[in-house]
T-cell receptor
């Protein structure tokens, strides 16, 4: 089962514009992560935000987390054609010991040159 | 170290045949995950190993699926009597400590097509 749901399912923008993707999840979390997947390839970790953090930056990426609303957003600024990929949020539950990382349904981003 | 390695990358088989996928994790990683991904969907959790112990197995894994991780190193995922519904990308990931680092390192996946 999927823990998170991304919105929108698909997004098409012009190069240079910003892209915003949202993720909603269901249960209490320890951390939330965003991954990127190019077509037919494995997933690559982008950024992790812990439950006690509200915002985090990495290069052109900005992630926010609102635990009261059980939601997160990923902002990619000044998008490039190479950013074309699917983006997934993933959550690790707030329980001790072993943590199962569960993925959302993904947002497919197309950046038009 | 070259990351997580999965073999074969592609497998086409006839319904009813058995298939086996192999995953070689990053050597110092003690945690290993298998996920299944169908077209347009996110990865769905199948099973998890910490060292050689299989700690959780999804209900998605029917009796036809078995996974092993002997000696806590590489892992194999076997599907017996394949069905067309098994067609998917099978992804392996490894990590050291998802609590403190959180990051999963994925292989390129093994794509299964059942005819």
């Amino acid at each position: 089962s999927q823990q998170g749901e991304e919105d929108p399912q698909a997004l098409s923008i012009q190069e240079g514009e910003n892209a915003t993707m949202n993720c909603s999840y269901k249960t209490s979390i320890n951390n939330l992560q965003w991954y990127r997947q190019n077509s037919g390839r494995g997933l690559v970790h982008l950024i992790l935000i812990r439950s006690n953090e509200r915002e985090k930056h990495s290069g052109r990426l900005r992630v926010t987390l609102d635990t009261s609303k059980k939601s997160s957003s990923l902002l990619i600024t000044a998008s490039r054609a190479a950013d074309t990929a699917s983006y997934f949020c993933a959550t690790a539950p707030n329980s001790g010991g072993y943590q199962k990382v569960t993925f959302g349904t993904g947002t497919k981003l197309q950046v038009i040159p | 170290d070259t990351g997580v390695s999965q073999n074969p990358r592609h497998k086409i088989t006839k319904r009813g045949q058995n298939v086996t996928f192999r995953c070689d994790p990053i050597s110092e990683h003690n945690r290993l995950y298998w996920y299944r991904q169908t077209l347009g969907q996110g990865p769905e959790f199948l099973t998890y190993f910490q060292n050689e112990a299989q700690l959780e197995k999804s209900r998605l894994l029917s009796d036809r699926f078995s996974a092993e991780r002997p000696k806590g190193s590489f892992s194999t995922l076997e599907i017996q009597r394949t069905e067309q519904g098994d067609s998917a990308m099978y992804l392996c990931a490894s990590s050291w400590d998802p609590i403190h680092t959180g990051e999963l390192f994925f292989g390129e996946g093994s794509r299964l097509t059942v005819l």
